[in-house]
């Protein structure tokens, strides 16, 4: 079955720093990968998502992933973080039977410090 | 625009008590997700339909229950069997085709009494 890991439930940044959220899947067929953003009450808002086009996927509000098949990881970056940043992130990853079930990873809470 | 509609925003709930929470679409969707959010724990997938007059339990799917006989709606009722209510939910829909990703909605935190 597909599961997903996320290193971190709490990351604290520095605006201005790089922000890296790290991801590791595991499936048992070529994945599609998602990164979705939540802010306070509200629904999650997709970021970017890997369907096997190009490893180095770019998102909205200049986030981009690297898919990394060796490693199973799609990791979440941004060079420079910003406090509109601040936010919880989760990592998906479609369940086998394409398209129907996602699974979430427990999310990573991403605080940026002033 | 299109999107998904939860309401309402907050509920209450007394003990004993069955309540609904309403999701509806304009998105065109085929498939349609309810999830159960608690902190620390990410999403859990309480229900999910494909097609109208369809659904089939998720993870989680003791003391709730669903309809879908409308495209656009997909309720939720939390019923008194379900002992920890006490939570966000969120519903999503999505087109179904591979990689393709789910849309979300704002929303509805549910609180007992």
Request: glycine share 10%; proline share 9%; net charge negative.
């Given at each position: 079955a597909q599961s997903v890991t996320q290193l971190g439930s709490h990351v604290s940044v520095s605006e201005g720093a790089l922000v890296l959220l790290r991801c590791n899947y595991s499936s048992s067929v070529p994945p599609y990968l998602f990164w979705y953003v939540q802010y306070p009450n509200q629904g999650l808002q997709l970021l970017l998502k890997y369907?096997?086009?190009?490893t180095l996927v770019k998102g909205i509000n200049g986030f981009e992933a690297e898919f990394k098949k060796s490693e199973t990881s799609f990791h979440l970056t941004k060079p420079s973080a910003h406090m509109s940043d601040a936010a919880e992130y989760f990592c998906a990853v479609i369940g086998d039977?394409?398209?129907?079930n996602f699974v979430f990873g427990p999310g990573t809470r991403l605080s940026v410090l002033p | 625009d299109g999107g998904i509609t939860q309401s309402p925003k907050y509920l209450f709930r007394k003990e004993g008590q069955n309540v609904t929470l309403s999701c509806e679409q304009n998105?065109?969707?085929?498939a349609m997700y309810w999830y159960r959010q608690d902190p620390g724990q990410g999403l859990r997938l309480i229900y999910y339909s494909q097609i109208v007059n369809d659904f089939q339990k998720g993870d989680i799917a003791e003391g709730y229950s669903v309809s879908r006989e409308k495209k656009e709606s997909f309720p939720l009722t939390v019923t008194?069997?379900?002992?920890?209510?006490t939570a966000f939910y969120l519903c999503a829909s999505g087109?179904?085709?591979?990689g393709q990703p789910q849309h979300f909605g704002d929303g509805t935190r549910l609180s007992i009494l």
């Open positions: 369907t096997s086009a190009a039977n394409y398209g129907q | 998105l065109n969707h085929d008194s069997a379900q002992k920890n209510p087109d179904g085709s591979p």
